[in-house]
């Protein structure tokens, strides 16, 4: 039996899920992750990952991306 975890109860979210979650595109969060001082980021190997709170906080302080 597999188990998915709910998009919104997720950790880290990959880009695609990322996009369709805050409603940016996939090559805006890819140019916002690309930053060394990014803090919303992880890495697994080469598969980029969003945490999603941080982000929803990097968001909230935000006006304009």
Request: charged share 30%; hydrophobic share 40%.
């Amino acid at each position: 039996m597999k188990y998915e975890v709910p998009i919104w109860e997720k950790y880290c979210l990959t880009l695609d899920e990322a996009a369709a979650y805050f409603g940016i595109g996939i090559n805006k969060l890819r140019e916002m992750t690309d930053d060394s001082t990014c803090t919303f980021v992880v890495f697994n190997g080469t598969k980029r990952l969003i945490k999603r709170k941080k982000l929803e906080e990097c968001l909230a302080d935000t006006d304009v991306i």
